[in-house]
């Protein structure tokens, strides 16, 4: 099962270039029933070994500007401590419930975020202003949000350097490329310190994302990436509500209250 999902990952990431951690987490805890900081961690580890191939590449190909992700990292390398922190603390509170309410809201949030952005007219011959200074604002949420749930580093990334910056758009893949390297290696380093780790179900992932490189990359030259895309975040919305529900749901409120009431033994 395990290989099956790496597959099915690695497709979706050469069919859409959406991040292994936004669709990795989600189906390791639904489908398999890892528990949530494991799942984080073996996202974060997964989507480093992904991009760790197109990192040379881009750096090889002066594609990353440095002064930009520099801003980017200062903001982002605190935010993805502080959610590494935060899920870990929930998790040795056992606390299921909030766990599974602050994922859903990330997943849904990030989801809805990017369905808007899809719809979003495409502007042509407009002059963006360079406003790289706000930078570090805006990606210590999203380094936290990566921290927390694997989610979000490449598309909130993209997104923020369009808007705030003068770069060429091979310059904000590659950038964002990096950064999201260097924000799944920390997040992953912290989780793996806190002894959130499956080594052997990231192999697994591994060895089967591999495949799916492969035959995703063959099929995006017949699947239209634009839809394709659109659907996998309405599915993520999905995804995002069911956490919601789970965590909201009386009987897990019910069960972890059990786990914390003292015994009269």
Request: no cysteine; aromatic share 10%; net charge positive.
């Amino acid at each position: 099962m395990e290989y099956l999902i790496g597959f099915v990952i690695a497709v979706f990431i050469a069919l859409t270039g959406v991040g292994a951690g936004t669709i990795t987490t989600p189906l390791l805890i639904l489908f398999l029933g890892i528990p949530a900081p494991v799942a984080v961690s073996t996202g974060l580890m997964f989507s480093a070994a992904v991009k760790l191939v197109l990192v040379p590449s881009q750096i090889a190909n002066r594609q990353v500007n440095w002064k930009v992700l520099g801003y980017m990292l200062l903001g982002g390398f605190p935010g993805v401590l502080l959610g590494s922190l935060l899920l870990s603390h929930l998790a040795s509170k056992g606390s299921t419930r909030a766990t599974n309410l602050l994922l859903g809201a990330v997943l849904v949030l990030t989801a809805l975020y990017q369905i808007f952005y899809s719809f979003r007219p495409v502007q042509h011959d407009v002059q963006r202003q360079d406003r790289r200074k706000w930078l570090p604002f805006l990606m210590f949420p999203v380094g936290a949000e990566v921290g927390f749930s694997s989610a979000g580093a490449g598309a909130l990334g993209s997104a923020a350097l369009l808007s705030l910056t003068t770069l060429l758009p091979t310059q904000v893949v590659g950038t964002d490329i990096v950064f999201g390297f260097v924000l799944s290696l920390v997040g992953s380093g912290a989780h793996l310190f806190s002894g959130s780790f499956a080594g052997d179900l990231l192999r697994r992932l591994v060895l089967g994302g591999f495949v799916g490189a492969v035959a995703g990359t063959v099929l995006a030259r017949y699947v239209p990436r634009r839809a394709l895309r659109f659907a996998l975040w309405i599915w993520l919305l999905v995804i995002g509500a069911q956490f919601l529900i789970n965590g909201s749901s009386r009987q897990n409120g019910r069960l972890e209250a059990s786990r914390t009431r003292p015994s009269n033994r």
